[in-house]
C-alpha cells in the first residue's frame, strides 16, 4: 500500500524518485526541502505537478512511485516542472515476472466477518438495491422504453415502497450489425447481464420488430427468465402491437405485474462475501493516484478479505504498469490472458490511428497527469495488494471471488457498463477534477482525491481522501470507504442516487460498424 514522504509542500512518492508532486501551488523561487537537500522550483507549478528532483538527461528514464513514468526528451533541470514539455513515452522492456508476488490474503475467519443488509436471490447472489428495469433491445425502441418507466416514477416510492424505481435503459445500437459479430454479442451481454443481475428484481424487454438485436435471441442465448421463475421475461414488439402508444399501454401493464412481486422482497443480513465491488476512476488527476485510488485500494482489501470480490477494469489504464498485476497473477496463464488483452487494445487502436497513449484526456493533463503511463500507475492502486485471481473479457459473469480484472475501456460509462454487467453490486468511483457519475441499478459510491474538490462538488461527492494530504493515512480513509460501502450496500443513498442520476449514464461498449 501507498507510502510516501510528505513534506510541508510536497510528496516524495518513492525512494529514489526523480520527481515529487506539489501539494498546493509552489510560486518561482519556493524552497523545497527532501532528505537533506535544498531545491529551489525555478517556475510557478499547479498543485498535483511534478518538479524534478535531480537533473535527467535526453532520453532518460523519469522515476515516479518507484516505476518509469517516461523519458526526458529534453534535458532536464532540478526544480524544472516534469510535464508533457519534456517528457515523453516510448516502449521500454518490463519484466513480466509471471505470478511471482502472490500473497495469501489475511482472510477474516467466517464467524468474525461483517454482514449488510441485502436481497438474497434465488442464484445466491445479492443485490443492494431492488428495481424493476425496463430494457430496450435497440435505439428505436427507446422512446417507447422512456415512456414506460416515466408513467411509473411518481407513485412507485408510495404504492411499491420496497422498490427502488423502474428504470428505463435505453442504448444507441441494436441494429445494422451482424448479430455474430462481437458487438451485437457484447451487447446482448450486457443487457442479459442487467437482465439477470441482483440487484433487478423484474424486467421487460421492448423492441421495435425488425432490428438485428431480436429478444427472442437474447432469451435463448442467456437462458433468460423472469426472476424466480421458469417463464421467459416479457417482450413487448411496437410493430407487433401497433405502435408506440400501443406499446407504452402494453408495457405499462406488463410492468404493473412485476411491481407487487419486486415489492415483496425484503433486506435480510448478508455476509460481505456477497460483495461484488467494481472499481472506477474518472476524471483523474495527479492525486488520485496518492489518495483516492490507493485508499479504495485498501478497502478493496479489506473486501477480499472477507471474502467477496473486487473487479479492476479500465485495460488502458494498465498499460505500463501491467508488470506489477502480471506479478500478482495467481498462475502464469492468468498474467498471459491480461498482456493478450493489451496486445489487442494496441492493434484496435492502431487500426484507427490512435494509441493507448491519447488516454490521459485534457483535464487530467491539467490535473498533472502527463501520460499514460503515469496514469496508469496511479489508477491499478484501486485494486489493491491481493492476487490476481482471474481475468474476463468485458462484461462477462464474474464468478471468482477475490481480485480479479475485467477487460473494459476507460471512458467512465460503458466500462461500469461492463462491470456492473459481470455482476458488479457496488461501484466505488474515484475523482480528482469531478464527476457526477452514476449507474442505476448500481450505487455508484464517489471519493474525492483532494479537498478542494470535495467541498467545491459537495453535492456530488461523498468520501474525502484528500484529508490524506493533510496528515489522516490510506488505511483510515479506506477504512472510511469499507464502512460507507457497507452502508451504501444496506440502503444508504449514494450522492448520485439522491440526486437521481444513472439512467442516462448507461452506455453499452459496441464494437464495429454500423451497416
Excluded at 425496463?134 to 407513485?155: K, M, P, Q, W, Y
Excluded at 428505463?168 to 457484447?186: E, K, Y
Excluded at 488483452?341 to 483535464?363: M, T, V
Excluded at 468485458?394 to 462491470?419: E, F, H, I, K, N
Aim: aromatic fraction near 6%; charged fraction near 20%.
Amino acid at each position: 500500500m501507498a507510502t510516501f514522504e510528505l513534506a510541508e509542500k510536497a510528496i516524495l512518492l518513492a525512494p529514489g524518485d526523480d520527481v515529487a508532486v506539489a501539494r498546493e501551488p509552489l510560486a518561482a523561487g519556493t524552497q523545497l526541502h527532501f532528505q537533506g537537500t535544498c531545491l529551489e522550483v525555478k517556475g510557478d507549478l499547479p498543485a498535483g505537478h511534478k518538479i524534478a528532483l535531480r537533473a535527467v538527461p535526453l532520453g532518460g528514464p523519469v522515476r515516479k512511485y518507484g516505476q518509469i513514468i517516461g523519458f526526458a526528451t529534453r534535458p532536464i533541470q532540478p526544480g524544472e516542472q516534469v510535464h508533457l514539455h519534456n517528457l515523453g513515452i516510448q516502449d521500454f522492456v518490463r519484466d513480466y515476472a509471471f505470478a511471482t508476488d502472490v500473497v495469501e490474503p489475511d482472510y477474516v475467519p467466517e464467524a468474525q466477518r461483517r454482514t449488510f443488509e441485502g436481497y438474497r436471490r434465488e442464484d445466491g447472489r445479492v443485490g443492494t438495491r431492488n428495481y424493476v428495469l425496463v430494457l430496450s433491445t435497440v435505439n428505436c425502441s427507446a422512446t417507447a422504453t422512456r415512456r414506460i418507466a416515466e408513467r411509473f416514477r411518481d407513485h412507485v416510492p408510495r404504492d411499491f415502497p420496497h422498490v427502488d424505481g423502474v428504470v428505463a435503459l435505453t442504448h444507441q445500437g441494436g441494429c445494422g450489425s451482424n448479430p455474430r459479430a462481437t458487438g451485437a454479442i457484447w451487447l446482448q451481454r450486457v443487457l442479459a447481464g442487467y437482465a439477470q443481475h441482483p440487484n433487478v428484481a423484474g424486467y421487460l424487454l421492448v423492441g421495435l420488430g425488425c432490428e438485428c438485436n431480436q429478444a427472442r435471441s437474447l432469451i435463448e442465448s442467456y437462458g433468460l427468465s423472469q426472476r424466480g421463475t421458469a417463464s421467459p421475461p416479457p417482450v413487448i414488439s411496437i410493430q407487433e402491437v401497433g405502435g408506440l402508444a400501443k406499446a407504452v399501454e402494453a408495457g405499462v401493464r406488463e410492468v404493473a405485474k412485476l411491481l407487487p412481486v419486486a415489492n415483496a422482497c425484503r433486506r435480510t443480513p448478508q455476509p460481505a462475501s456477497k460483495l461484488v465491488l467494481g472499481t472506477e476512476c474518472g476524471g483523474s488527476d495527479a492525486h488520485s493516484g496518492i489518495t483516492a485510488n490507493p485508499a479504495v485500494g485498501w478497502a478493496a482489501d479489506e473486501i477480499v478479505r472477507q471474502g467477496g470480490t473486487v473487479i479492476l477494469g479500465e485495460t488502458p489504464e494498465m498499460y505500463g504498469a501491467e508488470h506489477l498485476l502480471t506479478r500478482r497473477a495467481r498462475r502464469a496463464d492468468i498474467g498471459e490472458k491480461l498482456i493478450e488483452r493489451l496486445r489487442w487494445w494496441q492493434r484496435y487502436l492502431a487500426f484507427f490511428d490512435c494509441e493507448i497513449n491519447n488516454n490521459p484526456a485534457p483535464g487530467n493533463q491539467e490535473g498533472g497527469l502527463t501520460n499514460i503511463y503515469e496514469k496508469s500507475l496511479g489508477a491499478i492502486a484501486k485494486g489493491g495488494t491481493t492476487p490476481v485471481n482471474a481475468v474476463y473479457e468485458y462484461a462477462q459473469r464474474v464468478t471468482a471471488s477475490g481480485l480479479v480484472l475485467m477487460d473494459t475501456p476507460g471512458y467512465d460509462p460503458p466500462s461500469v457498463a461492463g462491470l456492473v454487467a459481470g455482476g458488479a453490486n457496488l461501484i466505488v468511483f474515484t475523482t480528482g477534477r469531478g464527476s457526477v457519475f452514476g449507474c442505476k441499478p448500481v450505487p455508484s459510491l464517489k471519493v474525492a482525491s483532494h479537498s478542494r474538490l470535495y467541498h467545491h462538488l459537495s453535492d456530488d461527492m461523498d468520501i474525502n481522501a484528500g484529508v490524506i494530504l493533510e496528515g489522516r493515512t490510506v488505511a483510515e480513509v479506506g477504512r472510511q470507504i469499507f464502512e460507507a460501502l457497507l452502508a451504501v450496500a444496506s440502503g444508504q443513498p449514494t450522492q448520485s442516487e439522491a440526486q437521481g442520476v444513472g439512467e442516462e449514464e448507461f452506455v453499452p461498449w459496441y464494437l464495429g460498424p454500423t451497416l
